[in-house]
């Protein structure tokens, strides 16, 4: 949500044009699908290392190469016929690709993990959806920051702050216990 106005913030000048933005911005919400697969393959990778397993790493990489190579050749060659009227956002198709490879990465390496792991919950599902609410709930109260009319900068530092806030307000009263630990550091940094 914060991506596209921040972006104007952070590089929009006479050399970063409203155009070069937008694309920006495209490749940046391809690769935020892609962001999540990178964590949980991490895990998995050093899962299949602990039980000195190179072979499922190695062959789930070389799958994703494959399947990013070829996924790259299709819509760079195709996107102009697809999307004509967007053929600059082409270069976004190509982060899009490499999220493509990473989900795929992350299934195969699932699968090969049921050899060591068959009846274990490799990731805790419950707590993911959970915390995806609590996002849905946090950029539905961001979003409405942009109704406000305001300076833009403004409006992006309140967004950042009132979205933190309201994340951990509801982690909090849904018993989480990362807000409670989180604020306990920051108050020692604080106050030493």
């Known amino acids: 949500i914060l991506g596209y106005p921040l972006l104007g913030l952070l590089f929009r000048s ?8 937008r694309i920006t911005y495209a490749v ?32 789930s990489a070389t799958l994703a190469l494959i399947t ?13 016929y697809w999307l004509p009227g967007l053929i600059e956002y082409r270069v976004a198709s190509l ?9 795929l ?13 068959p ?4 990731f805790p599902w419950k707590k993911l959806l959970l915390q995806l609410l609590f ?19 403004f409006r992006v530092v309140s967004a950042v702050f009132i979205g933190g806030f309201s994340y951990f307000l509801l982690a909090h009263f849904s018993g989480e216990t990362y807000p409670y630990r989180i604020w306990k550091q ?3 940094r604080l106050f030493k």
């Open 105 to 117: 990465q992350v299934f195969f390496l699932r699968r090969w993990l049921r050899r060591y792991l």
């Open 95 to 103: 982060t899009l690709a490499g999220t493509v490879a990473v989900w």
């Open 28 to 59: 940046l919400a391809a690769a935020l699908l892609g962001l999540l697969a990178y964590g949980i393959l991490r895990v998995f990778i050093s899962i299949c290392y602990s039980y000195e397993d190179t072979r499922g790493p190695v062959i």
């Open 186 to 188: 920051f108050k020692n």
């Open 135 to 153: 996002a849905i709930v946090m950029s539905l109260i961001v979003s409405l920051l942009f109704w406000v009319s305001m300076n833009e900068l």
């Open 119 to 122: 009846d274990k919950q490799l």
């Open 14 to 21: 006479g050399a970063f044009t409203l155009r070069d933005q």
């Open 68 to 80: 990013n190579g070829s996924l790259n050749i299709i819509f760079v060659l195709l996107w102009s």
